[in-house]
């Protein structure tokens, strides 16, 4: 049983398309967010949901939307894509706490052609 | 404005060594310091943290860190690296948010050889 699980795990587009990724735990959690690794491996948090409620955004273009059907489940859904959105994307999930520990899926990597 | 310095981007130790990996933080309040590990294409996994208490945080796989105020550190390490530590190592900080907001450094790649 994965416990943060996230699809694709490959993305291949070409720019301007729009792409979702999913993503699922099943850790009972409350809390989940995305995270946005670039090619020099550094990694930032992009968006945190809580009980379906947004309460982290960082400056991310909103090209960029998340959505939380409910707190299992925070999808990200991109328009428009860009040459510079190419990374890989990681879902997480937490407890709410700031020294919970964060589950991460394991990633979905996006090429933007 | 909290941030973390890892300092080396790779570290390569012999299959034995002992392991150190550098890390820094800023923050203006005290801090929560984690260590997280990534292995090749997952997802990151926490090694350790620490909150409150002991400054001295043992962690899973025989790692540990210690939490130095005065040197604003939190350095990993580990007596003896086996081959399956190959990985890349991040230190994270947060603030008490009441929300996990995680500030990553860099990352370091840690190489054993036989």
């Known amino acids: 049983d994965t416990a943060v699980s996230q699809t694709p795990k490959y993305l291949v587009t070409q720019m301007g398309n729009d792409k979702s990724i999913k993503c699922e735990q099943n850790?009972?959690?409350?809390?989940m967010y995305w995270y946005k690794q670039d090619s020099k491996k550094f990694l930032k948090i992009m968006f945190s949901?809580?009980?379906?409620?947004?309460?982290i955004n960082e400056t991310v273009p909103n090209r960029f939307s998340p959505k939380s059907p409910d707190k299992a489940h925070l999808n990200l859904h991109i328009n428009s894509l860009e040459l510079g959105d190419s990374a890989v994307y990681f879902c997480?999930?937490?407890?709410?706490?700031?020294?919970?520990?964060?589950?991460f899926g394991s990633g979905t990597q996006l090429s933007v052609l | 404005a909290q941030s973390v310095t890892q300092l080396g981007s790779h570290v390569s130790v012999s299959e034995g060594a002992l392991v150190l990996l550098r890390c820094n933080y800023s923050?203006?309040?005290?801090?929560?310091l984690f260590w997280y590990v990534q292995y090749p294409n997952q997802g990151l996994q926490l090694l350790l943290k620490?909150?409150?208490?002991?400054?001295l945080v043992k962690g899973i796989n025989g790692f540990e860190a210690e939490f130095k105020k005065s040197e604003t550190s939190f350095h990993l390490t580990k007596p003896s690296a086996h081959m399956s530590d190959a990985a890349e190592y991040f230190c994270?900080?947060?603030?008490?948010?009441?929300?996990?907001?995680?500030?990553f450094g860099t990352g370091t790649r840690l190489l054993v050889s036989p």
């Open positions: 923050s203006s309040v005290p801090p929560y």
């Open positions: 949901y809580n009980n379906k409620e947004l309460i």
């Open positions: 620490y909150t409150t208490g002991a400054t």
């Open positions: 994270a900080v947060s603030e008490d948010t009441g929300f996990q907001k995680l500030v």
């Open positions: 997480a999930s937490s407890k709410t706490g700031s020294n919970e520990k964060l589950f």
């Open positions: 850790l009972g959690h409350d809390t």
